[in-house]
């Protein structure tokens, strides 16, 4: 079926452990975005990506990272855990011809003691 | 810099009723706009794009470039209509790099 899969959906770690988000998505899209979400506010886009070893910072200044090795797997890694970077990460793939048809998966909830 | 302004983060009315959630731009060129939809304990999903002049669920969303609006509407609200919703502005890139979204409205309806 296709969908976006993230996981784990709900992380609880300690400061200073590595993490990994994992997304991947069963449609072929070749663009796909990492956003973070904190509670009442806007998405920040973080990371995105045109295809496979393509990838870019977004605005939000993030100390993850990404890969993008395979069209369907765009994976978010955080080296060092910190309790700033609790929060709620979303990803999405463009699924339309226009800029804003995005298809986001559950997300992430993360928080770091 | 484009902007998206949602002036009300929380909004209720009671079933029946007619809704509205507003939404306000500034961008110099020639806007894409979109309303997304998050019901609770489900994901974030495109509810309706302007360009398509379509109605889902109900609601309708006209875009006004005089007023740089593009309030969300909808005649007769439904309990099934509570959930977080949130405006989206993006140049027509057919990215969505330049995406920017509002800080959302949770719409509450009451029965």
């Known amino acids: 079926e296709a969908d976006i899969y993230q996981t784990p959906r709900y992380l609880v770690i300690g400061t200073g452990k590595k993490i990994t988000l994992e997304c991947s998505q069963t449609m072929g899209h070749d663009k796909m975005y990492w956003y973070q979400q904190d509670p009442g506010m806007e998405l920040h886009l973080i990371h995105y990506?045109?295809?496979?070893?393509?990838?870019e910072k977004g605005d939000l200044s993030s100390e993850s990272t990404v890969s993008r090795i395979r069209t369907e797997h765009f994976p978010l890694t955080l080296e060092s855990a910190r309790p700033s970077h609790t929060s709620q990460y979303l990803c999405?793939?463009?699924?339309?011809?226009?800029?804003?048809?995005?298809?986001f998966g559950e997300g992430s909830r993360l928080t770091v003691l | 810099a484009q902007r998206v302004t949602q002036p009300e983060k929380l909004l209720s009315v009671f079933k029946g009723a007619p809704v509205e959630l507003k939404c306000n731009y500034s961008?110099?060129?020639?806007?894409?706009l979109f309303w997304y939809v998050q019901y609770s304990r489900q994901r974030l999903q495109l509810l309706l794009r302007h360009i398509s002049r379509e109605s889902i669920k109900g609601f309708t969303a006209d875009l006004n470039k005089g007023e740089t609006s593009f309030h969300l509407k909808k005649p007769f609200a439904q309990e099934e209509d509570s959930a977080m919703y949130y405006c989206a502005l993006s140049p027509y890139s057919g990215s969505a790099r330049q995406l920017t979204f509002g800080s959302g409205t949770q719409l509450t309806v009451l029965p």
């Open positions: 961008y110099s060129g020639s806007p894409e």
């Open positions: 999405a793939s463009l699924t339309g011809l226009f800029g804003g048809e995005l298809f």
């Open positions: 990506s045109y295809g496979v070893n393509s990838t």
